[in-house]
T-cell receptor
Framework: AQSVAQPEDQVNVAEGNPLTVKCTYS??????LFWYVQYPNRGLQFLLK??????LVKGSYGFEAEFNKSQTSFHLKKPSALVSDSALYFC??????????????FGAGTQVVVTP | DTAVSQTPKYLVTQMGNDKSIKCEQN?????MYWYKQDSKKFLKIMFS???????INETVPNRFSPKSPDKAHLNLHINSLELGDSAVYFC??????????????FGEGSRLTVL
């Protein structure tokens, strides 16, 4: 079964420090991987995606993610965290349905808490 | 301008009632979705429509019935509500093939509480 796993329920980081949110995947074929962010009482917002090409993907709000095929990982990173980055982060993978429509399967989410 | 709007934002109702949630998108997208987020924040796709045609129908009780009168609207009707239906329901939309590119645009969510 194709899936993503986010091993940490919560990540705590001080403002100004680097932030990493972990994601590993299990897919057959080439993975299409995504990161979304959910602020409190809001819908999800797309951050970035990896489909093909450069392993380092840059996205919104200064976030980037590194695709690592050998480690089957797609960790989200930000060099210097802000208090406003405190939110719930979801990793997702595209799963193809039997009639060739894709759907996104989300990980369980990682709560990021950035303290001043 | 709100891109994907859902109404109502909050819904509190009794077990056994029937309720609807409406969704509209003004992005010109062809594909729309309903996702359910449970109390542990786990997200699961329920349905997807492409240009008014149902294309994804996950294992969802048949008390849940989506309807897409046109490609800009996707409504969710729930019959005989149960306690376990309490959740936040998110509508989303994407360009054609958007599930392939992964760029979904989500509404703010509709929080359903069944008492």
């Amino acid at each position: 079964a194709q899936s993503v796993a986010q091993p940490e329920d919560q990540v705590n980081v001080a403002e100004g420090n680097p932030l990493t949110v972990k994601c590993t995947y299990s897919v057959s074929g080439n993975p299409y991987l995504f990161w979304y962010v959910q602020y409190p009482n809001r819908g999800l917002q797309f951050l970035l995606k990896y489909i093909t090409g450069d392993n380092l993907v840059k996205g919104s709000y200064g976030f980037e993610a590194e695709f690592n095929k050998s480690q089957t990982s797609f960790h989200l990173k930000k060099p210097s965290a802000l208090v406003s980055d405190s939110a719930l982060y979801f990793c997702a993978v595209r799963v193809m349905t039997t009639d060739s429509w894709g759907k996104l399967q989300f990980g369980a989410g990682t709560q990021v808490v950035v303290t001043p | 301008d709100t891109a994907v709007s859902q109404t109502p934002k909050y819904l509190v109702t009794q077990m056994g009632n029937d309720k609807s949630i409406k969704c509209e998108q003004n992005l010109g997208h062809d594909t729309m979705y309903w996702y359910k987020q449970d109390s542990k924040k786990f997200l699961k796709i329920m349905f997807s429509y492409n240009n008014k045609e149902l294309i994804i129908n996950e294992t969802v009780p048949n008390r849940f019935s989506p309807k897409s009168p046109d490609k800009a609207h996707l409504n969710l009707h729930i019959n005989s509500l149960e306690l376990g239906d309490s959740a936040v329901y998110f509508c989303a939309s994407s360009r054609p093939g958007g599930s392939n590119t992964g760029e979904l645009f989500f509404g703010e969510g509709s929080r359903l509480t069944v008492l």
